[in-house]
C-alpha cells in the first residue's frame, strides 16, 4: 500500500504565497516522477508542475515564474511553492507520484486526496 498525505492549502489573499508539501510512504521501491494537478470548479483536471527522479522540473504556463517545485527524495515528499498568488489560482492541488513497489513491478501512478487552495480577491 502506498499513502499520500498532501498539506499547506488554505486561504490566502491575491499576492501571497502558499506551499504545498505531500509525503509518500508505503511499499516503495523507486519513484521516479512527482508534480501537482490542480482542478477548479466546473474545469477539467490541469497540469501545475511536475519534477522528475534527476531534478527536471516542467511548469504550466499559468504558474511559470510564480510557482517553484522541489524534492526532498530521501524524506519522498514533493513541494510546490507558489507565489503572487491570483484569484485563478483557487483550485484543488493534488499530488501525484509515479513510482513502483518492486524491482519488475511496472510504474503506477498514485493520486493525493487534493488540499484546498483558494486565492481572495
Known amino acids: 500500500q502506498v499513502q499520500l498525505v498532501e498539506s499547506g492549502g488554505g486561504l490566502v489573499q491575491a499576492g501571497g504565497s502558499l506551499r504545498l508539501s505531500c509525503a509518500a510512504s508505503?511499499?516503495?521501491?523507486?519513484?521516479?516522477?512527482m508534480g501537482w494537478y490542480r482542478q477548479a470548479p466546473g474545469k477539467e483536471r490541469e497540469l501545475v508542475a511536475t519534477i522528475t527522479r534527476g531534478g527536471n522540473t516542467n511548469y504550466a504556463d499559468s504558474v511559470k515564474g510564480r510557482s517553484t517545485i522541489s524534492r526532498d527524495s530521501a524524506k519522498n515528499t514533493v513541494y510546490l511553492q507558489m507565489n503572487s498568488l491570483k484569484y485563478e489560482d483557487t483550485a484543488v492541488y493534488y499530488c501525484v507520484v509515479d513510482l513502483t513497489t518492486c524491482t519488475f513491478c511496472r510504474t503506477t501512478r498514485y493520486w493525493g486526496q487534493g488540499t484546498q487552495v483558494t486565492v481572495s480577491s
Open positions: 508505503g511499499s516503495i521501491k523507486t519513484i521516479t516522477v
